[in-house]
């Protein structure tokens, strides 16, 4: 059993994932004619993938220098590109790639993360995964657009093309890590308003992957755009359950019905005292079951609860929030319920947030293209960020230094530099290296 597991442990290193995404993208489509094919299609994916994973737009550039004088060059010996495009000629093949025929990276991963027993560790209420969605924007011009762009009518008359992409990712409460799921980008004919675009681009994603996630038994959280009925009649297609913010403004019918339970004395109710190191907080639930989500005959029935903490003390109101879920809601289940549906706060905090705020660059334009290379490269740039999050569970050498560099501008910065001057014939030769120059213990 410990071999197994190591050997399952082996198959999430850096090396064999990166060995895996090259196979994907020599499966890429070639639309050159002729006899000009000097790269590959994988050296064009695995070029753009390499910039984003080593946070360095200059990578490639300090690379080909390193080839030239050295011979050999850390693009060869840690990403398996054979040749180095150029930044045009790995726009000029990627455009018409699809970002779709990168899935099968993602469900390699998240196999591998349940075969370790690793997302075991991160299931939530009732044994369950948490998938916390939300749409995010990562491009905008006045200028630049593609067939691809959105776009918005501004004041002053001109036009603003946008991208805007869902980022579905495993989610847990005291968890920091989250694990990034397939992207769904939103398209143009998910019409112009920011709630019908993500509601459908959601509706896609779960009728595309749904029945794929289900067998291991997944909760949708997401804010109170997606508690609407026909949404969470998709997730119950899907068999997928879910915890969606419910607010009163976009459920009148449904605060009706909780209003005339409170009004009867019927409504449940549970408090209890917090202490939260510097003073006391009171948590007040207030919960109902089979509630009409909406005012139609075939309003679909679902269980409410809803979150007021207090300070004890002044009696101020520092948190209220209320949710509607699938599952059965009693005094012993709430709790576990509503800090489960806080959880998808994560999916802005811990991934989009970081991507843009933190060596990532989300909303930079790395390539804007004619056709996908924009929702392709914000395809990479979500998977070098998920390969860092599975060097940080699975390699003990890449968890101390991150430890160690607390900033990940540091620690990139420190990498890029190595890099540059430096050949290493591995992850892990790299890593020990820069273990050794920090006297880092990594017995």
Wanted: aromatic content about 12%.
């Amino acid at each position: 059993m410990c071999h197994w597991m190591g050997v399952m442990f082996e198959q999430l290193r850096v090396e064999r994932l990166i060995k895996e995404l090259k196979q994907i993208f020599d499966e890429f489509p070639d639309e050159r004619t002729g006899k000009n094919s000097q790269y590959e299609m994988a050296d064009a994916g695995l070029g753009a993938f390499s910039v984003f994973f080593i946070q360095c737009t200059s990578f490639l550039e300090h690379q080909e220098e390193m080839k030239r004088t050295k011979g050999r060059s850390n693009a060869e010996s840690l990403f398996e590109m054979m040749n180095i495009p150029s930044d045009n000629q790995i726009r000029g093949l990627l455009d018409p790639v699809l970002p779709k025929l990168l899935s099968p990276m993602y469900r390699i991963i998240f196999q591998r993360l349940e075969q370790t027993g690793i997302l075991e560790q991160m299931r939530s209420h009732a044994k369950s995964l948490l998938i916390a969605i939300d749409g995010t924007e990562y491009f905008s011009s006045q200028k630049i657009h593609c067939a691809q762009c959105s776009h918005r009518e501004l004041a002053n008359g001109k036009t603003n093309y946008f991208h805007t992409v869902l980022t579905p990712v495993i989610v847990q409460a005291g968890n920091e890590n989250v694990i990034s799921l397939e992207p769904e980008f939103i398209t143009p004919q998910d019409g112009h308003e920011k709630q019908d675009c993500e509601i459908e681009a959601a509706k896609r994603w779960v009728n595309t992957h749904g029945a794929y996630y289900a067998r291991w038994n997944v909760t949708i959280l997401g804010d109170d755009l997606f508690s609407r009925q026909p949404f969470c009649m998709t997730l119950k297609d899907n068999k997928m359950h879910f915890i969606l913010v419910c607010k009163p403004d976009s459920h009148p019918h449904l605060y009706e019905t909780v209003a005339f339970l409170a009004a009867q004395g019927t409504l449940g109710t549970y408090r209890k005292r917090v202490w939260n190191g510097k003073y006391g907080e009171i948590y007040t639930y207030r919960y109902a079951s089979h509630l009409p989500l909406r005012g139609d005959s075939d309003a679909m029935q679902v269980n409410w609860v809803e979150l007021i903490i207090t300070h004890e003390e002044t009696g101020e109101v520092i948190y209220k929030n209320a949710f509607i879920t699938d599952f059965e809601v009693l005094e012993t289940t709430i709790e576990t319920i509503v800090r489960d549906g806080r959880s998808r706060w994560k999916v802005e905090n811990e991934n989009n947030n970081v991507l843009k705020t933190k060596g990532y660059h989300l909303e930079h334009n790395f390539g804007h293209g004619s056709q996908y290379l924009s929702s392709l490269l914000l395809s990479l740039n979500l998977l070098a960020f998920l390969f860092h999050t599975i060097l940080g569970l699975v390699d003990k050498k890449y968890r101390l230094l991150r430890q160690e560099l607390r900033k990940r501008k540091k620690f990139f910065q420190d990498m890029e530099t190595l890099l540059q001057y430096l050949l290493f014939d591995s992850w892990d030769d790299l890593f020990s290296f820069m273990c050794k120059g920090l006297e880092l213990d990594t017995s």
